[in-house]
Structures are given as structure tokens and as C-alpha cells.
């Protein structure tokens, strides 16, 4: 495999992918983080009303407070934070490798440079592996304890 075909087949793949995901968790992220705020924001606006059927605006305030409670459970188990910036993190790293072999900077001056290449790109996508299997294996442990 020539180094254009990994720069193309594998690096430009995984790039893409890391960039995505950085972008998918990190909108996720805001929308149900400002929808969390917008609701809870709203109770205390909500509690002070004064209308005839008072009942209906009790449980529509402890709804508030489900969908609160849903919302930041959700934001917890699936970690958006924590996924945008790892991914963003990797990709980034990904881009700088890619760049610094394009222009034989750094550990790219030699003649084993596409050697060097795989081998550091390689190396990223392990660790950033091992770094989102530790982080869900954690959360499976605290889960036990708790």
C-alpha cells in the first residue's frame, strides 16, 4: 500500500468520521443542555401563576421536573461532552500527522516517513480506543458500586 492510498483509504475515512461525530455529539450536547436550562427556567416562572385550575398547573410543572430529570439522565449515560471533545481532540491530531507528513516536518524528513506515518496514526486511533472503552468501562463500575 503506496502511502497516498492510506493517506486516502484509511486517514482521509477516519478524519471524516472523528470530525462528524465531534460535530453530532457536540450539538446534542447544546441542544439538550439549553433544553434543560429552558425547562427548569420555566418552573419557577410557571409556579407563580395564578389560574383557576391550578391542579392542571401543578402537574404540568411536575412534568417539568420529569423531563428535567430525563434530560440531564440522558446527558450522563451518553456522554456528548465527553464524545465531542475526544473525537474532536483525535481529529485534530489526525489533521496535524497528515499535514506534518504533506509537508516531511518533524519525524516525516526521513525515508521511512510513511512507515512513521501508519505507525503515529495507528498509535491515535488505538489510544483514542482505549480512551472511550476506559471511560464506558468507568461508568459500568460506578454503576456497579452505586
Known amino acids: 500500500m503506496t502511502s497516498e492510498d492510506y493517506i486516502n483509504e484509511r486517514l482521509n475515512n477516519q478524519i471524516n468520521w472523528y470530525d462528524k461525530e465531534s460535530i453530532k455529539n457536540k ?13 427548569a427556567l420555566s418552573i419557577p416562572f410557571l409556579s407563580n401563576l395564578t389560574i383557576e385550575e391550578s391542579l392542571w398547573l401543578s402537574r404540568i410543572i411536575g412534568l417539568l421536573g420529569l423531563v428535567i430529570a430525563a434530560i440531564a439522565s440522558i446527558l450522563l449515560l ?35 516517513s510513511c512507515q512513521n506515518l ?29
Open 27 to 39: 450539538r446534542w450536547f447544546y441542544t439538550l443542555s439549553i433544553l434543560e436550562i429552558l425547562l
Open 78 to 112: 451518553s456522554k456528548f461532552q465527553a464524545n465531542w471533545i475526544e473525537y474532536r481532540l483525535t481529529s485534530e491530531s489526525l489533521k496535524s500527522e497528515k499535514f506534518m507528513y504533506l509537508t516531511k516536518s518533524g519525524p516525516y524528513g526521513q525515508d521511512q
Open 118 to 146: 501508519v505507525q503515529r496514526i495507528e498509535g491515535i486511533m488505538s489510544k483514542e480506543n482505549s480512551n472511550w472503552f476506559k471511560l464506558q468501562g468507568d461508568d459500568q463500575k460506578k454503576n456497579i458500586i452505586s
